[in-house]
């Protein structure tokens, strides 16, 4: 119960997003992100509906994805985190904003990027979270906790794709 | 214990779930540390699941080499290879063929367990990165219930059986080879004769010579088919050839036979398994594969062998079963053929219009090609793409070795919304098979063996040429680049037009990534000739090295009939050479430090990040194989008699002494049958009787369990008789073990 992706929508970007292949190495260089084991960058920029620029790490992905079009920092966790749905979720949070932070701060893009206070959760275990109306019940429960004062919303998605939920 | 085991019990094939169960034995037995850490690797190499690079728990940063030091600590899954380094997944699509339900099951998995992206290969597999071996499990039941195997994608056995992308619907083919591709994939595999190469096995089958289809000349073993009038009557057959491969030394095919009657494919392709199996090389992996054999015996002598191992193969029902009923696959149109329609809307329909649709055999209908960039194709791209598949043509879906998907059976007047609805996804991208359609290995983005950044050359290239592709040369726009991240050629740089392949160059003690430049290599005619090497150019003027190149054809060929092969041929070598001469020097790190990177890749280039590749396998035996299969089963008799299962351990402990005892009969009764009476006549009489089995101490006790066994009533199904079968086939598979050995080193 621990596969879930958070993205932070991104307001406006003034730069290429290749400008993100050296800031992610530089994470790697030095250990930027806590608690992660990093791997290694990977440039998907070429593909039109996919996940642009992505940091490799064991515990998750960090990418600038372009899903839908709807550019925004996805971070995707990939081990377990915490007890409950609520914990894992507040933990990835944390780990999302503490990640948009070292953006917001590095002297190469801090002014070129603009990130909006818009979050989308992705369920990413069709097992523990097929997309349907009880899993979407028990993710609203758990984001409305997580994040207390948003207007929580669902989303219309493609058919068959990972359930999600919009946070602002 | 996987989730998905229980939820799609009953869907996935019970064959399939008993391998996958077995798969997960073995990775226990790997964290147990209970099996040989080479025989794991193969066994998971078989499986389709490889290596990566990074995976020895080493990364240059562009700083330093650092230590990734992964959970799992000392746990390894293969030789230097860490158990929690990402890995590779390869996905076997035979003949490239993909249904809609597959395309969305494949699209689910890349983003739950990968990075989000669906990988097509140069031989029509897809391939997923970045997925950890504890997730290798429930994706492989994922898949298998969509009638997906990743069984052989990897590993010294026949790997995926590939097939010209239009067979059925071109117009130029002889026949549909597509059943004939379907048969053989589903005869060879898992094949007990094709489990102890030294090396890999490809097969390719083409429908035509003069396009580049299966690419024939270029296998291990390719079918190119051939119709002959016999008696009045017109017989299908195939044209063999044999022996032909790329890799740093290419290898062009030898031509087996002119004509192999239809029923003959599939029992000469399991003879020649089988002569690989016992002549080819197992201990040098560089002249291990058929090629290699061929070259020693010469083609009479390996066809007189094969043939003559065709004699005495037993009769197997399955080489002509698929024919009694007309070799046939089950593609057929979703909607009614109708006339093509040129006009829309949309600003670029009209040159995808020109570039990205064949003409079907079958009047009303078109392949449309989506030429996906780098082979790449996002889990969501995938989705839509089964949805819109699925609206215009159904299960009609190719992978193609250019790295691209292809849709079959698409009416023409469907053209215009077919291609808005591709737009919209990304995917009606035009100049498909063109020279701006640049196929690539993965290199060193996250193969082990990559000496320079292909993917990211041939991205470069793709987004220089796509720029001027309205202003191409004709004579140019139809030629195909192709690059590989090192000599293998896994980008198949030898049979392209102009091809590359990475290497390095020290200059003044720093590292700067190059690309030999091969030109002149055929696509056409099956692959039908190789390229020669002219030089390298440092990986940063690959792109200015093509302009020129493809410049001076333009200006300097003879006639507009005059080929780019007769030109290259016709200046020759030095002549090429003289064009990229100029672009071969190197500024100091002072003066540009841009050539001292690679493309895309902001680091520092270096070979430190290389690895030892997994392309080759590990050389385990049939023998080695088979008896670790025997301690598999062992091990799930411990594993049942834990959780007090006492029949499922009284039973697997003997069927693991029956299996041992099988690997070293078979050294010398290579079909001896897989029945306990038999099985245990020949152990008695070969192993046991003359005391060969017997051990130094212990003498014939431990050979004796097995015959006790054999001679006992229906087992006890008591906790203390259980534990006892169970504690003797241990001790039976150990002393097999060193019977094995004792028979390498010549002493018994």
Same mark, same amino acid.
């Given at each position: 119960?621990?596969?879930?992706?958070?993205?932070?929508?991104?307001?406006?970007?003034?730069?290429?997003?290749?400008?993100?292949?050296?800031?992610?190495?530089?994470?790697?260089?030095?250990?930027?992100?806590?608690?992660?084991?990093?791997?290694?960058?990977?440039?998907?920029?070429?593909?039109?509906?996919?996940?642009?620029?992505?940091?490799?790490?064991?515990?998750?992905?960090?990418?600038?994805?372009?899903?839908?079009?709807?550019?925004?920092?996805?971070?995707?966790?990939?081990?377990?985190?915490?007890?409950?749905?609520?914990?894992?979720?507040?933990?990835?949070?944390?780990?999302?904003?503490?990640?948009?932070?070292?953006?917001?701060?590095?002297?190469?893009?801090?002014?070129?990027?603009?990130?909006?206070?818009?979050?989308?959760?992705?369920?990413?275990?069709?097992?523990?979270?097929?997309?349907?109306?009880?899993?979407?019940?028990?993710?609203?429960?758990?984001?409305?906790?997580?994040?207390?004062?948003?207007?929580?919303?669902?989303?219309?998605?493609?058919?068959?794709?990972?359930?999600?939920?919009?946070?602002? | 214990?996987?989730?998905?085991?229980?939820?799609?019990?009953?869907?996935?094939?019970?064959?399939?779930?008993?391998?996958?169960?077995?798969?997960?034995?073995?990775?226990?037995?790997?964290?147990?540390?209970?099996?040989?850490?080479?025989?794991?690797?193969?066994?998971?190499?078989?499986?389709?699941?490889?290596?990566?690079?990074?995976?020895?728990?080493?990364?240059?940063?562009?700083?330093?080499?650092?230590? +990734?030091?992964?959970?799992?600590?000392?746990?390894?899954?293969?030789?230097?290879?860490?158990?929690?380094?990402?890995?590779?997944? &390869?996905?076997?699509?035979?003949?490239?063929?993909?249904?809609?339900?597959?395309?969305?099951?494949?699209?689910?998995?890349?983003?739950?367990?990968?990075?989000?992206?669906?990988?097509?290969?140069?031989?029509?597999?897809?391939?997923?990165?970045?997925?950890?071996?504890?997730?290798?499990?429930?994706?492989?039941?994922?898949?298998?219930?969509?009638?997906?195997?990743?069984?052989?994608?990897?590993?010294?056995?026949?790997?995926?059986?590939?097939?010209?992308?239009?067979?059925?619907?071109?117009?130029?083919?002889?026949?549909?080879?597509?059943?004939?591709?379907?048969?053989?994939?589903?005869?060879?595999?898992?094949?007990?004769?094709?489990?102890?190469?030294? &090396? $890999?096995?490809?097969?390719?089958?083409?429908?035509?010579?003069?396009?580049?289809?299966?690419?024939?000349?270029?296998?291990?073993?390719?079918?190119?088919?051939?119709?002959?009038?016999?008696?009045?009557?017109?017989?299908?057959?195939?044209?063999?050839?044999?022996?032909?491969?790329?890799?740093?030394?290419?290898?062009?095919?030898?031509?087996?036979?002119?004509?192999?009657?239809?029923?003959?494919?599939?029992?000469?392709?399991?003879?020649?398994?089988?002569?690989?199996?016992?002549?080819?090389? $197992?201990?040098?992996?560089?002249?291990?594969?058929?090629?290699?054999?061929?070259?020693?015996?010469?083609?009479?002598?390996?066809?007189?062998?094969?043939?003559?191992?065709?004699? +005495?193969?037993?009769?197997?029902?399955?080489?002509?079963?698929?024919?009694?009923?007309?070799?046939?696959?089950?593609? $057929?149109?979703?909607?009614?053929?109708?006339?093509?329609?040129?006009?829309?809307?949309?600003?670029?329909?009209?040159?995808?219009?020109?570039?990205?649709?064949?003409?079907?055999?079958?009047?009303?209908?078109?392949?449309?090609?989506?030429?996906?960039?780098?082979?790449?194709?996002?889990?969501?791209?995938?989705?839509?793409?089964?949805?819109?598949?699925?609206?215009?043509?159904?299960?009609?879906?190719?992978?193609?070795?250019?790295?691209?998907?292809?849709?079959?059976?698409?009416?023409?007047?469907?053209?215009?919304?077919?291609?808005?609805?591709?737009?919209?996804?990304?995917?009606?991208?035009?100049?498909?098979?063109?020279?701006?359609?640049?196929?690539?290995?993965?290199?060193?983005?996250?193969?082990?063996?990559?000496?320079?950044?292909?993917?990211?050359?041939? #991205?470069?290239?793709?987004?220089?040429?796509?720029?001027?592709?309205?202003?191409?040369?004709?004579?140019?726009?139809?030629?195909?680049?192709?690059?590989?991240?090192?000599?293998?050629?896994?980008?198949?740089?030898?049979?392209?037009?102009?091809?590359?392949?990475?290497?390095?160059?020290?200059?003044?003690?720093? $590292?700067?990534?190059?690309?030999?430049?091969?030109?002149?290599?055929?696509?056409?005619?099956?692959?039908?000739?190789?390229?020669?090497? +002219?030089?390298?150019?440092?990986?940063?003027?690959?792109?200015?090295?093509?302009?020129?190149?493809?410049?001076?054809?333009?200006?300097?060929?003879?006639?507009?009939?005059?080929?780019?092969? #007769?030109?290259?041929? &016709?200046?020759?070598?030095?002549?090429? &050479?003289?064009?990229?001469?100029?672009?071969?020097?190197?500024?100091?790190?002072?003066?540009?430090?841009?050539?001292?990177?690679?493309?895309?890749?902001?680091?520092?280039?270096?070979?430190?990040?290389?690895?030892?590749?997994?392309?080759?396998?590990?050389?385990?035996?049939?023998?080695?194989?088979?008896?670790?299969?025997?301690?598999?089963?062992?091990?799930?008799?411990?594993?049942?008699?834990?959780?007090?299962?006492?029949?499922?351990?009284?039973?697997?402990?003997?069927?693991?002494?029956?299996?041992?005892?099988?690997?070293?009969?078979?050294?010398?009764?290579?079909?001896?049958?897989?029945?306990?009476?038999?099985?245990?006549?020949?152990?008695?009489?070969?192993?046991?009787?003359?005391?060969?089995?017997?051990?130094?101490?212990?003498?014939?006790?431990?050979?004796?369990?097995?015959?006790?066994?054999?001679?006992?009533?229906?087992?006890?199904?008591?906790?203390?008789?259980?534990?006892?079968?169970?504690?003797?086939?241990?001790?039976?598979?150990?002393?097999?073990?060193?019977?094995?050995?004792?028979?390498?080193?010549?002493?018994?």
């Amino acid at each position: 119960m621990h596969k879930f992706g958070l993205k932070r929508k991104i307001k406006s970007i003034n730069t290429d997003i290749e400008s993100f292949v050296p800031l992610f190495h530089n994470w790697i260089q030095e250990d930027r992100i806590p608690n992660h084991i990093m791997v290694d960058v990977a440039n998907y920029k070429h593909i039109l509906d996919g996940p642009g620029i992505m940091l490799i790490a064991h515990e998750g992905h960090f990418s600038l994805d372009f899903e839908d079009n709807d550019l925004g920092l996805l971070y995707m966790r990939k081990t377990p985190l915490g007890d409950n749905i609520s914990e894992t979720l507040s933990s990835i949070q944390q780990i999302l904003d503490f990640a948009v932070e070292l953006i917001k701060t590095d002297s190469k893009v801090c002014e070129k990027i603009e990130f909006s206070e818009q979050y989308q959760l992705i369920s990413n275990d069709r097992y523990e979270f097929p997309n349907d109306v009880e899993s979407e019940r028990k993710l609203l429960l758990a984001a409305s906790g997580v994040f207390s004062d948003a207007v929580i919303s669902v989303p219309e998605i493609f058919k068959g794709s990972r359930l999600k939920i919009n946070i602002q | 214990m996987d989730q998905w085991k229980v939820k799609l019990a009953g869907i996935l094939p019970e064959s399939l779930e008993e391998e996958i169960s077995e798969f997960e034995s073995q990775m226990e037995m790997m964290r147990r540390g209970e099996i040989d850490p080479r025989i794991f690797a193969e066994t998971r190499l078989r499986r389709g699941i490889y290596g990566q690079r990074y995976d020895n728990g080493q990364r240059d940063d562009g700083n330093r080499i650092r230590e +990734i030091v992964f959970p799992s600590g000392e746990l390894m899954k293969g030789p230097d290879t860490v158990w929690d380094a990402p890995g590779m997944l &390869r996905i076997k699509n035979p003949f490239g063929a993909v249904t809609v339900d597959q395309m969305v099951v494949m699209s689910d998995l890349a983003e739950e367990y990968a990075d989000g992206v669906l990988h097509v290969t140069t031989r029509q597999d897809i391939q997923y990165h970045y997925v950890h071996i504890e997730d290798m499990p429930p994706v492989m039941r994922r898949l298998g219930a969509v009638g997906i195997t990743t069984k052989e994608a990897c590993g010294n056995v026949v790997r995926n059986v590939t097939a010209c992308p239009l067979a059925g619907v071109c117009n130029d083919e002889a026949f549909d080879v597509t059943p004939y591709s379907a048969a053989l994939t589903n005869f060879l595999l898992g094949h007990p004769d094709c489990q102890d190469f030294g &090396r $890999k096995f490809k097969i390719a089958f083409s429908g035509c010579y003069d396009h580049a289809c299966g690419l024939v000349n270029m296998h291990d073993l390719g079918a190119l088919a051939i119709t002959k009038v016999i008696n009045g009557k017109v017989k299908r057959g195939f044209k063999l050839f044999v022996g032909g491969g790329l890799g740093a030394v290419p290898h062009p095919a030898k031509i087996f036979d002119e004509f192999v009657p239809e029923e003959e494919l599939l029992p000469l392709s399991q003879a020649m398994g089988r002569v690989f199996a016992r002549l080819g090389e $197992k201990k040098n992996r560089a002249k291990a594969r058929v090629k290699f054999l061929i070259a020693k015996l010469g083609i009479d002598e390996f066809k007189r062998l094969v043939l003559e191992e065709r004699e +005495i193969l037993p009769h197997d029902d399955r080489w002509t079963s698929y024919l009694e009923h007309g070799p046939v696959y089950g593609e $057929k149109a979703l909607k009614s053929p109708s006339d093509i329609k040129t006009s829309s809307d949309e600003p670029n329909f009209d040159h995808w219009l020109s570039t990205n649709i064949y003409s079907q055999r079958q009047k009303g209908y078109s392949v449309v090609s989506i030429a996906l960039p780098l082979g790449d194709l996002s889990s969501h791209q995938g989705r839509k793409l089964a949805y819109i598949a699925d609206k215009y043509v159904g299960d009609a879906i190719r992978l193609t070795v250019e790295q691209n998907i292809v849709l079959r059976w698409v009416s023409n007047e469907d053209l215009p919304e077919l291609y808005k609805e591709l737009n919209a996804i990304g995917l009606a991208t035009p100049d498909a098979g063109t020279i701006v359609d640049v196929t690539s290995c993965p290199g060193t983005d996250t193969c082990k063996l990559g000496i320079a950044s292909s993917r990211g050359l041939a #991205g470069e290239l793709r987004l220089q040429l796509a720029q001027k592709s309205l202003e191409l040369d004709k004579a140019i726009k139809g030629l195909r680049i192709k690059v590989s991240g090192c000599f293998n050629s896994c980008g198949q740089h030898h049979i392209a037009d102009i091809g590359f392949y990475g290497n390095s160059r020290n200059i003044k003690g720093l $590292k700067v990534p190059h690309f030999q430049v091969v030109l002149g290599g055929e696509w056409k005619n099956n692959g039908g000739s190789y390229g020669m090497a +002219i030089g390298a150019v440092p990986s940063k003027k690959i792109p200015k090295s093509v302009t020129l190149i493809t410049e001076s054809f333009i200006k300097e060929r003879l006639s507009f009939d005059e080929s780019f092969q #007769g030109y290259v041929r &016709r200046v020759g070598k030095k002549y090429m &050479r003289s064009i990229i001469e100029p672009l071969m020097v190197v500024p100091s790190h002072e003066e540009d430090s841009s050539y001292y990177t690679d493309w895309g890749d902001p680091r520092e280039f270096s070979l430190g990040d290389m690895g030892v590749g997994e392309c080759a396998g590990e050389i385990v035996t049939r023998e080695e194989f088979e008896l670790q299969t025997a301690e598999r089963e062992v091990f799930d008799a411990q594993l049942a008699l834990e959780e007090n299962n006492f029949i499922d351990a009284n039973s697997k402990s003997y069927q693991a002494m029956l299996k041992a005892a099988r690997a070293l009969i078979r050294i010398e009764n290579y079909d001896v049958e897989d029945s306990p009476e038999i099985i245990v006549q020949e152990f008695k009489t070969r192993f046991f009787d003359n005391k060969r089995f017997f051990d130094r101490y212990a003498k014939g006790k431990f050979g004796r369990y097995l015959l006790q066994r054999f001679d006992e009533d229906e087992a006890e199904v008591i906790e203390d008789v259980s534990r006892r079968y169970v504690e003797e086939s241990q001790l039976f598979i150990e002393a097999a073990h060193s019977c094995y050995a004792r028979i390498s080193r010549g002493e018994v």
